[in-house]
């Protein structure tokens, strides 16, 4: 058997981690340039949205007096919109641009960060309601001087180079979270190897290429905060663009030679007596080697294992029949007559995109999901808005805040069950009922009053009980003449087609299972045995995986999970944000281990217990334990074990500096 120990390249040990700069540095004149011309400046300043704009203003000049005029005409979250009276949106365009002229011409310094109230209030105003205190250091954080990552890790004494080589950490999985851990990696210096099971990087991005493959959070929320693109196409970017954003990183930071693809992690066993891991990896051509490696991050994605329906008679279609996210390029769709089994994220993309060109489409609905619209979803983003992003000083990181507002936390207040509320079950606080009337509106507004599909497709259930969805045309698709929509129970699939409870038997071509993820099996199939032989899965049992800070497990040293457990977010989001606050914790914990030249870091399992404990009470008063409410979030027994219950700020607080009192450093 070939044993070798895990390596990878250190090549600035102990440097301070500069910022990757944007992905694309080809977008307009720069503003010193433009400053010459301030007639074209002026003109660029209209392509860009008045809000930011106006926090961009303020930040220079102070004058929150203006911040004053503006807030009434900026609303909150749920249908983000700035209606500012045109006269003050020229206002705001036309003292920018005198100020940006300043600043280009050496008149005016770059603003200092702002803090405290003054702060506060300019994010109450970005996001068009009242953002509390504990906001302010995060975005002081986001607001550092371009060129400055202050999410990097930096040694607190310059570290030794052969105590770096040997500490090798083996990274499983190359996705969005693996290719963060190896950047972070690479710039502390120390030597990583990537085992990545594909043949390409991306992970979910590589591997899912259905019809109408998406994000539903906006891109310029949905990418690394230390590697800003200014020039995606949509705000709302497809598969291939999102693809290429993470091949493009693996580049931009130099970690393709460090990945090995087509290997596939069997096991890891940790080693008492060596204090390291043993990693058992498989080849595509199933040839078995063996690694060693001080440190494993685990960065397998969680969305991943596709599930196909538990429907009898499923293997006796003859027809093509495919899971979204084992997807055929072969397969052709056209003129056929096509079912679709789910109506989740992955059904309302790929079912109004081909719904066009199927001869019949029958869509097959369990359960009907909450549906908002978003004014970007298909909009193409304007040169102006890449040039005031790529160009105007804190720009990004202002828009970046309002998207971090009206997708994540600005809603995780209609998230928590109020005790005293009752409407029948329908929603669970006065926010959440009125973001279900909301939606119920645009439903009723989309079909038409009085349109059979009305009953079908308004959940009886409140909203963010499952994955809010975006509408792709989704009302639009079922108004089609070629498009049905069934809600009764199938009763089993046939060779020709699928046979309903009622006795209906409905032809069909093609089938496509949009039916999800096998997201309770964490880890699986890989074995994880920790300290004395313990076993991952059988200390979780079958569905009930847990983690400290979705990261740690006591027994297993040394080892940690990117959006483990009690990580995921079903309101919005960004996994990517919870992934790089991941990525921090676990640097900090490495650089404590290797500062203090110990060998082993281990959560103490009252530190585990307590979280965990702490996350079920938070979750029994979630939206997602809702009675009679089914979702992937929860296992059989009802625990949720896949989201965060807290805001997107509190997770950035709890993981932001490693605290070693709560581990055993050993
Ligand atoms: P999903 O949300 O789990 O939806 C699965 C769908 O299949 C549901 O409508 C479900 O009905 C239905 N279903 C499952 N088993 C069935 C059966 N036996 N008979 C009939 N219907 C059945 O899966 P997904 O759409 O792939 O999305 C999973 C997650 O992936 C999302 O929550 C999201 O986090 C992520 N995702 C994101 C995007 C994006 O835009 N960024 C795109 C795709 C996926 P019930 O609701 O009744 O269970």
């Known amino acids: ?58 930040q220079f000049t102070g004058d929150h007096d203006l911040l004053d005029r503006a807030r009434p005409y900026i609303s909150g979250p749920l249908n983000y919109h700035e209606t500012m009276p045109d006269v003050l949106r020229s206002e705001i365009r036309d003292r920018l641009a005198t100020v940006l002229i300043d600043y280009a011409q050496g008149r005016r310094p770059l603003p200092p960060i702002p803090a405290g109230d003054a ?21 002081r954080e986001d607001l550092e001087p371009a060129g400055v990552d202050p999410r990097g890790m930096v040694w607190r004494a310059a570290p030794d180079p052969a105590r770096l080589a040997q500490f090798p950490v083996a990274i499983i999985g190359g996705g969005m979270s693996g290719l963060c851990a190896a950047i972070r990696l690479k710039q502390a210096g120390l030597p990583f190897v990537i085992l990545e099971k594909n043949q390409a990087v991306g992970g979910s991005w590589y591997e899912n290429f259905y019809p109408g493959c998406g994000v539903d959070t906006p891109n310029h929320f949905y990418s690394y905060s230390f590697f800003l693109n200014h020039d995606w196409s949509h705000f709302f970017a497809k598969r291939d663009e999102l693809w290429a954003y993470f091949e493009q990183a693996a580049d931009r930071f130099g970690i393709r030679d460090h990945i090995r693809f087509g290997t596939e992690v ?50 006796s279609f003859a027809g093509p029949a495919l899971h979204t996210a084992a997807w055929n390029n072969d397969f052709d769709w056209r003129g056929k007559r096509v079912g679709l089994i789910g109506t989740g994220a992955s059904g309302q993309q790929v079912g109004p995109t081909i719904a066009p060109d199927v001869a019949q489409l029958t869509i097959f609905q369990r359960s009907p999901h909450w549906v908002v619209p978003n004014p970007n979803y298909f909009a193409e983003v304007s040169d102006g808005m890449k040039w005031a992003l790529a160009h105007i000083p804190y720009f990004a990181r202002w828009y970046r805040f309002q998207l971090f507002w009206a997708f994540a936390d600005g809603l995780h207040a209609t998230l928590k069950v109020d005790p005293a509320w009752d409407d029948g079950g329908l929603s669970i606080n006065a926010k959440n009922a009125r973001h279900r009337e909301f939606m119920v509106r645009y439903l009723r507004s989309k079909l038409g009053e009085g349109s ?24 639009e698709m079922l108004q089609r003449d070629n498009v049905d929509l069934e809600t009764g129970r199938i009763a089993r699939i046939v060779p020709d087609g699928i046979e309903m409870a009622d006795g209906q038997h409905i032809a069909l071509d093609a089938l496509i299972y949009a039916t999800g993820f096998q997201a309770s099996k964490v880890l699986a199939p890989m074995t994880i045995t920790g ?80 979280h965990i404990a702490e996350v079920d009470r938070l979750h029994a008063g979630m939206v997602w334990t809702h009675k009679g409410l089914t979702n992937w979030y929860r296992n059989d027994h009802g625990r949720v074990f896949a989201l965060l219950p807290y805001r997107l700020v509190e997770y950035w607080q709890m993981t932001r500096t490693f605290a070693p009192e709560d581990y055993t450093i050993t």
Request: hydrophobic share 45%.
């Open 119 to 139: 702060l506060r209030a300019m994010l109450s105003t970005a996001a068009g309601e009242d953002v509390a205190e504990d906001y302010t250091a995060m975005m």
């Open 452 to 475: 059979p599909l009305i009953d079908k497709v308004t959940p009886g259930y409140p909203p963010y009980g499952k994955r809010i969805l975006i509408d792709n045309n989704w009302f």
């Open 266 to 315: 069997v096991s890891a066993v940790w080693s008492d007596s060596d204090s390291d891991w043993l990693l058992t990896l498989a080849s595509a051509d199933g040839t078995h080697e063996q690694i060693r490696a001080k440190a494993v991050i685990s960065a397998v994605g969680v969305l991943n294992r596709p599930k196909l329906p538990d429907i009898p008679g499923r293997e």
């Open 531 to 610: 300290v004395g032989g313990k076993d991952l899965h059988a200390f979780w049992g079958p569905d009930d995986a847990a983690a400290y800070l979705g990261t740690m497990v006591p027994g297993f040293p040394n080892f940690f999970m990117l959006m483990g457990p009690n990580t995921g977010l079903a309101h919005g989001g960004n996994v990517i944000f919870i992934t790089e606050c991941q990525v921090r914790y676990i640097l900090g914990a490495l650089r404590q281990v290797i500062e203090q030249g110990a060998q082993s870091v281990d959560v103490k399992p009252a530190v585990f217990a307590d």
């Open 1 to 58: 058997m070939n044993t070798h120990r895990a390596t990878g390249r250190a090549d600035h040990p102990g440097e301070v981690t500069p910022s990757a700069g944007p992905v694309s540095d080809n977008l307009g004149p720069d503003l010193a340039e433009l400053a010459h011309n301030p007639v074209q400046l002026r003109a660029a300043l209209d392509g860009a949205d008045a809000a930011t704009l106006l926090l961009v203003l303020v």
